[in-house]
């Protein structure tokens, strides 16, 4: 999209102004002159309508001015400098007919008589509707070509153009009528008729590629290209309807051509500012009751014509009132399907709901791509913008089209009763709330955003947490490799040493090497109890030998006095357990020691009590009777516990009883995720 923004280059801006109010003041004197030309030579008003030179002043004025705006306003854009010369030649003609007319009159000299009267009467007007305004649609919106590849329809444009003005003006003949208004440089050209028919064939193709280019922006561009091309297409549709005859016929009322004075201003108004209205709405409604009218005139002149071809002459009353009675009741069905494809072209399916909530979910089946479902989604209900948050961190899940500041509606997105996500739709210009049809189909469409939203939020989870895994397995293994390496490497190197040296000493020093034997046996000792101790840190060997419940019980007697801190502990352990994963039974027995140790460090009571009970979980309950704090943290025991537990899919819990402080947790028998 071109730029707003002045040119870069320093001091082009003041030149393009001053060439704007050149261009101004240059249209300003020829408006004023076909004026002056056309009193001072009393020119009658059928005269002025049928020479055109009325729709040349009228249509010529209309470009110049939308030109000047677009080129003030958008200076980089080249349709305003080509709507600006496209206006300047109609006006030269209107100025060249009425002061011509008025030459005549006042005997000037015949070679000014038929400059101003044949020359630029007959020529001029091609500059705007022959030769500016194809090559313009074809560079509207932005000023640029679809692509390079369309250089080739520029040129042949523009030698179209330049033949009818150049053809023109070497043949005879004139808007006004007499000889003596023939073109000055007139050479009585006569024109091949294959020669016209070539290129009248030319020119049409020419044009229709101009329409297919438009066709191809509008297919291809985003929300605002839409929007202009949208200006263009209203105009265009108020010309055909008003010159519907003259195009069908090449006959008909001269000053209907004073329609065409739509196109640039539509042009000017999609360039400057195209969000000045809901373009969209405009179209909608008119082509609704454009198609309507026509609809009811033809088929009432359709039903009169049958009826009268069965009916006898006398009954003309009786047929135009059966005809007037069969078109009012076909009228609302017409009016309803016109409707509904008119308002499928320009906002989508939103008048049906379920269709397109199904059409979503499909998408969804197929594929989770939130970015795709989202462009669907506002496809489906041709809106401008939609984006889809998260509702965990705010995130932006995806976004079709752009906001720009444009104001959006809210839709909170919900999934078994809590907030997953927001989708924001974006508003369609010219509206202030989101259309009722529009807000009915967003609500049915939330929900399988919805479940799309947090399945994908699911997927980032399971992915954090295989990542949170692997990490977590580096890090054991760099814990083992440095328990390996500072406790037992050391020492192992330090025993064969001291092995070697004692060796050595058996025969000369027995005495000293027995010694050494001894420092060995000792270090051994001290090596075999690192070795344990990492064993045991990995997994308890009790588990292996004695389960869960021997395990535990076996923690328990081997509390010293001084770990108990005075605390009587109780047990309630099934006698039986049913088999348990490994990770599982790890985590109940690590969860259960982290409990019991809370409670000797921070517990001021005299009992604790350690309970396990298996039904369709694994529960386990470690309870203290010392008094509850007032105010309390959960500290890394705490969490540890409630880790432990989540890591194989269970869950844990800690607080204030009435009668003192308990720890719970809840864990799956065979380690797949608890119910409930």
Same mark, same amino acid.
Request: hydrophobic share 50%.
């Given at each position: 999209m071109a730029?707003d923004a002045?040119p870069?280059?320093p001091g ?10 050149v261009a101004?003041?240059s %249209?300003?004197?020829l408006v004023?002159?076909?004026?002056v030309?056309?009193l001072?030579?009393g020119?009658g008003w059928?005269?002025?309508v049928?020479s ?7 249509i ?7 030109g000047i705006?677009i080129?003030?306003?958008?200076p980089?854009?080249?349709v305003g ?6 206006? /300047? +030649?109609p ?6 007919a009425?002061?011509?007319?008025y030459?005549d009159?006042?005997d000037?000299?015949?070679a ?7 020359t630029l009467?007959?020529?001029?007007w091609?500059? +705007? ?5 194809p090559?313009?649609?074809?560079l509207?919106?932005?000023g640029r070509?679809?692509?390079r590849r369309w250089? =080739? ?9 330049s033949?009818?003005?150049?053809t023109?003006?070497?043949?005879d003949g004139s ?5 003596q208004f ?6 009585g050209l006569e024109?091949p008729w ?5 290129v ?5 193709v020419?044009?229709?590629?101009v329409?297919?280019?438009l066709?191809?922006?509008?297919r291809? +561009?985003?929300e605002r290209?839409?929007?202009q091309?949208l200006w /263009?297409i209203?105009?265009i549709?108020f ?5 519907g005859?003259r195009t069908?016929?090449?006959e008909?009322?001269?000053?209907l /051509?004073?329609?065409f004075v739509?196109?640039?201003v539509?042009i000017?108004? =999609? ?15 008119t082509l609704?009751?454009?198609l ?7 088929g009432?002149a359709?039903?009169? =014509?049958?009826?009268?071809? !069965?009916?006898?002459a006398?009954?003309?009353? %009786?047929t135009?009132?059966?005809a ?7 009228f609302?069905? !017409?009016?309803?399907?016109i409707q509904?494809?008119?308002?499928r ?16 979910? @499909?998408?969804l089946?197929?594929d989770?791509?939130l ?6 989604t506002r @496809?489906a209900?041709r809106l401008?913008?939609a984006?889809?948050?998260r509702a965990?961190d705010a995130g932006?899940a ?7 500041g444009d ?5 909170p997105?919900?999934y078994? %009763? ?6 924001? !739709?974006?508003l369609?210009?010219g509206e202030?709330?989101l259309h009722d049809a529009d807000r009915q189909?967003l609500?049915?469409i939330g929900?399988p ?5 947090h399945a994908t939020?699911?997927?980032e989870?399971?992915q954090q947490?295989r990542?949170a895994?692997v990490?977590a397995g580096?890090s054991e ?6 328990e390996?390496h ?11 040493f001291?092995a070697?040296?004692?060796s050595n ?17 000792t270090e051994?000792?001290e090596a ?6 990492v064993?045991?840190?990995l997994?308890p060997?009790e ?14 007697a081997?509390?010293a ?8 502990i109780r047990?309630?352990l099934?006698?039986?357990l049913p088999?348990l994963?490994?990770? !599982? ?6 969860i259960?020691?982290?409990a ?6 921070h517990?001021?009571?005299?009992q604790c009590?350690?309970?396990l009970v298996?039904? =369709?979980?694994l529960?386990?309950?470690v309870?203290?009777? +010392?008094?509850?704090p007032e105010?309390?943290?959960a %500290?890394v025991g705490?969490?540890?516990i409630?880790?432990r537990?989540e890591e194989?899919g ?6 204030p009883t009435e009668?003192?402080? @308990?720890v ?6 065979s380690g ?5």
């Amino acid at each position: 999209m071109a730029s707003d923004a002045e040119p870069a280059v320093p001091g082009s801006g003041n030149r393009h102004r001053a060439g704007v109010l050149v261009a101004l003041a240059s %249209g300003c004197v020829l408006v004023v002159a076909t004026i002056v030309g056309a009193l001072a030579s009393g020119i009658g008003w059928d005269l002025l309508v049928s020479s055109y030179t009325l729709t040349n002043l009228v249509i010529g004025a209309s470009f110049l001015a939308s030109g000047i705006v677009i080129a003030w306003f958008r200076p980089q854009n080249v349709v305003g400098r080509l709507f600006i010369v496209a206006g /300047l +030649g109609p006006l030269l003609s209107a100025a060249g007919a009425t002061l011509g007319w008025y030459a005549d009159q006042a005997d000037w000299p015949t070679a000014l008589v038929r400059g101003l009267g044949g020359t630029l009467a007959t020529g001029a007007w091609q500059l +705007g509707i022959g030769l500016m305004l194809p090559i313009a649609l074809l560079l509207f919106p932005d000023g640029r070509l679809p692509s390079r590849r369309w250089r =080739a329809l520029v040129w042949v444009l523009a030698l179209s153009g330049s033949y009818q003005l150049i053809t023109g003006v070497l043949s005879d003949g004139s808007p006004l009528p007499g000889d003596q208004f023939d073109s000055l440089i007139s050479i009585g050209l006569e024109v091949p008729w294959l020669v016209n028919e070539i290129v009248g064939w030319v020119g049409l193709v020419a044009a229709l590629l101009v329409v297919a280019s438009l066709i191809l922006r509008y297919r291809r +561009g985003d929300e605002r290209v839409k929007r202009q091309l949208l200006w /263009l297409i209203l105009a265009i549709i108020f010309d055909l309807v008003i010159n519907g005859q003259r195009t069908i016929t090449a006959e008909g009322p001269i000053l209907l /051509l004073l329609s065409f004075v739509l196109v640039p201003v539509a042009i000017g108004i =999609a360039i400057v500012r195209y969000e000045l209205l809901d373009i969209r709405l405009v179209i909608s409604r008119t082509l609704l009751y454009g198609l309507v009218i026509a609809v009811i005139v033809a088929g009432y002149a359709g039903i009169v =014509a049958a009826l009268s071809l !069965v009916v006898s002459a006398g009954a003309e009353r %009786g047929t135009s009132i059966l005809a007037a009675i069969v078109v009012a009741i076909c009228f609302n069905p !017409v009016r309803l399907l016109i409707q509904k494809m008119i308002d499928r072209a320009f906002y989508g399916s939103r008048s049906d709901p379920a269709r397109t909530a199904r059409g979503i979910g @499909q998408g969804l089946r197929e594929d989770d791509d939130l970015d795709g479902v989202l462009e669907r989604t506002r @496809q489906a209900l041709r809106l401008p913008w939609a984006t889809l948050q998260r509702a965990s961190d705010a995130g932006l899940a995806a976004q079709s089209g752009s906001p720009n500041g444009d104001p959006g509606h809210v839709l909170p997105l919900s999934y078994r %009763g809590a907030q997953v996500g927001t989708l924001t !739709v974006g508003l369609r210009r010219g509206e202030t709330e989101l259309h009722d049809a529009d807000r009915q189909t967003l609500e049915l469409i939330g929900t399988p955003l919805a479940v799309a939203l947090h399945a994908t939020a699911l997927t980032e989870q399971v992915q954090q947490a295989r990542v949170a895994t692997v990490e977590a397995g580096a890090s054991e293994r760099v814990r083992l490799q440095r328990e390996l390496h500072d406790g037992l490497g050391p020492a192992l190197t330090s025993l064969t040493f001291t092995a070697d040296a004692a060796s050595n000493l058996v025969r000369s020093d027995p005495a000293e090497a027995e010694r050494m034997l001894a420092d060995v046996r000792t270090e051994l000792r001290e090596a075999l109890d690192n070795v344990r101790r990492v064993v045991y840190g990995l997994r308890p060997i009790e588990l292996d030998d004695l389960g869960l419940v021997g395990a535990v019980r076996q923690r328990v007697a081997a509390l010293a006095p001084a770990e108990r801190s005075g605390i009587w502990i109780r047990l309630e352990l099934p006698d039986e357990l049913p088999a348990l994963s490994p990770a !599982v039974e790890l985590a109940a027995y690590r969860i259960v020691n982290e409990a019991m140790a809370n409670v000797f460090r921070h517990s001021a009571g005299a009992q604790c009590e350690v309970r396990l009970v298996v039904g =369709a979980d694994l529960m386990i309950m470690v309870t203290d009777d +010392g008094p509850t704090p007032e105010r309390w943290t959960a %500290g890394v025991g705490l969490h540890s516990i409630v880790e432990r537990a989540e890591e194989v899919g269970g869950s844990a819990s800690a607080g204030p009883t009435e009668s003192g402080w @308990q720890v719970c947790a809840r864990l799956p028998l065979s380690g797949a995720p608890v119910s409930g």
